[in-house]
């Protein structure tokens, strides 16, 4: 049973960075997408970021050229660098995979087939 648990939320001022981490275990497939997905107060869940198995990326418009994921497969890591950030950065962030789907449905359809973390929180204040 894979499972997922994120790391290095916290509290920055605007246009300041952060790293999050995502730890993994008990993937049995060699297929998978895992990515990163936010959800702020009063606002629907979305996509962020995400890596699949061959190391292709996808990412979310606002944050192309601010975020960088990337995994270290060694380490079953997952990892999220976060720079100048902004304000609407602000929600919970979530750690999510799913096997074998595309890059693109697994970050814009939800990723309700996966198993997600329990979130770690990032708060950008102006």
């Known amino acids: 049973q894979v499972q997922l648990a994120e790391s290095g939320g916290g509290s920055v001022q605007s246009g300041g960075s952060l790293r999050l981490s995502c730890a993994a275990s008990?993937?049995?497939?060699?297929?998978?997408?895992i990515g990163w997905f936010r959800q702020a107060l009063g606002k629907e869940r979305e996509g962020v970021a995400a890596?699949?198995?061959?190391?292709?990326?996808e990412y979310l418009d606002s944050v192309k050229g601010r975020f960088t994921i990337s995994k270290d497969n060694a380490k079953n890591t997952l990892l999220l660098e976060m720079n100048n950030l902004k304000p609407e950065d602000t929600a919970s962030y979530f750690c999510?995979?799913?096997?074998?789907?595309?890059?693109?449905?697994?970050?814009?359809?939800?990723?309700?087939?996966?198993?997600w973390g329990q979130g770690t929180q990032v708060t950008v204040s102006p």
């Open positions: 008990g993937y049995t497939g060699a297929s998978y997408c």
């Open positions: 890596i699949d198995s061959d190391g292709a990326t």
């Open positions: 999510v995979t799913e096997e074998a789907p595309a890059l693109w449905p697994f970050l814009n359809l939800g990723a309700q087939g996966g198993v």
